[in-house]
């Protein structure tokens, strides 16, 4: 079973397209418009370990997208939090998390937030995904954190994509960009297939 945020709309239909039995969790169930035989829709609380621990427990992955949903920087600092404390609790380890570009390197020890193109009305959401990451590099869990391109956007599905861990992937005509269609492809296909377990993540379109 797979436990996933409902913000995260193109995450739940990418993996129900893929056969997987999905258990959204929203502290608001009628924000959740998506019908599927194979969804459950469940009111939780993110900020509760004791609640996470209830809902997650039969799951075999959890996804957190709370970063990717307008969430203030408290709230995702304190549901990163009570994720690590929740998963434990209930015994899962696996947990795969929307994460952001800003911790992504550029250059050796130089994250893509410490830019100087660095665009400064993202840089307090930066830091937070920053302080969210390092606290999920601390725990026990079996934790990914998966980071966009720069640019990320609704767009096509074509499944051509590059995957890389930590520097920001940027093709020969200085782009960095994902669809968030393509974005779900790759993120579902490490929650299926584990290959940066412990790491960062990223995704981008490569040279055409």
Request: net charge negative; with cysteine.
């Amino acid at each position: 079973m797979l436990s996933i945020n409902s913000s995260f709309l193109e995450m739940s239909n990418e993996a129900l397209s893929r056969g997987h039995t999905v258990t959204a969790i929203s502290r608001d169930t009628s924000r959740f418009s998506l019908v599927h035989s194979n969804l459950t829709i469940v009111a939780g609380n993110v900020l509760d370990p004791a609640n996470v621990a209830d809902v997650v427990k039969d799951c075999n992955a959890v996804i957190s997208s709370i970063g990717s949903a307008g969430a203030s920087p408290e709230v995702i600092i304190n549901a990163a939090r009570s994720l690590i404390d929740g998963l434990g609790r209930a015994g899962m380890r696996r947990l795969v998390v929307v994460g952001g570009a800003g911790v992504l390197e550029v250059a050796p020890g130089v994250q893509l937030l410490d830019s100087p193109n660095f665009v400064e009305a993202y840089r307090p959401l930066a830091l937070v995904h920053l302080e969210a990451y390092n606290l999920y590099k601390k725990s026990d869990l079996d934790w990914t954190f998966v980071c966009p391109a720069a640019e990320i956007a609704p767009g096509e599905r074509t499944g051509k994509f590059q995957v890389g861990a930590d520097q920001l992937l940027i093709n020969k005509q200085g782009e960095s960009r994902i669809s968030v269609e393509d974005y779900a492809i790759a993120f579902l296909n490490e929650v299926e297939q584990p290959n940066y377990i412990h790491h960062r993540m990223t995704i981008a379109y490569g040279d055409e």
